[in-house]
Nanobody, 116 residues
Framework: QVQLVESGGGLVQAGGSLRLSCAASGSTSSIRAMGWYRQSPGKQRELVARISSDGTTNYADSVKGRFTISRDNAKNTAYLQMNSLKPEDTAAYYC??????????WGQGTQVTVSS
C-alpha cells in the first residue's frame, strides 16, 4: 500500500504562487505515475497535472504555462508549483499515486483558496 500526505495549501491573492507537496510512504517502489487533481464544490474532480515514472508530464489546458509538476524520486515526493494563480484555481487539491491501471491511492487533500 501507499500512503500520501499533501501539504502547502493556503490562502493567496490572485497573481500569487504556492507550491504543493505530496509525500509518499509505504510501497513507493510500486508507484508508476503521480498526479494532482482538484475539486471545487459542485464540480467533478479534474486532472490538473500528471508525471509518469519516465518524467513525461501532461497538464490541463487551464493550467498550462502557470503550473509545473515535478517529482523527486529520492524523497518519494511530488510537487506542484502554481504561479499566476487565479480565483478559479480555488479548490481542494488531491495527490494521486498510480500503481497500476486499476490500483491507485489518494491523499487527503489540501485546500487552495485564491482571493481576487
Amino acid at each position: 500500500q501507499v500512503q500520501l500526505v499533501e501539504s502547502g495549501g493556503g490562502l493567496v491573492q490572485a497573481g500569487g504562487s504556492l507550491r504543493l507537496s505530496c509525500a509518499a510512504s509505504g510501497s513507493t517502489s510500486s508507484i508508476r505515475a503521480m498526479g494532482w487533481y482538484r475539486q471545487s464544490p459542485g464540480k467533478q474532480r479534474e486532472l490538473v497535472a500528471r508525471i509518469s515514472s519516465d518524467g513525461t508530464t501532461n497538464y490541463a489546458d487551464s493550467v498550462k504555462g502557470r503550473f509545473t509538476i515535478s517529482r523527486d524520486n529520492a524523497k518519494n515526493t511530488a510537487y506542484l508549483q502554481m504561479n499566476s494563480l487565479k480565483p478559479e484555481d480555488t479548490a481542494a487539491y488531491y495527490c494521486k499515486a498510480e500503481v497500476s491501471w486499476v490500483v491507485s491511492y489518494w491523499g487527503q487533500g489540501t485546500q487552495v483558496t485564491v482571493s481576487s
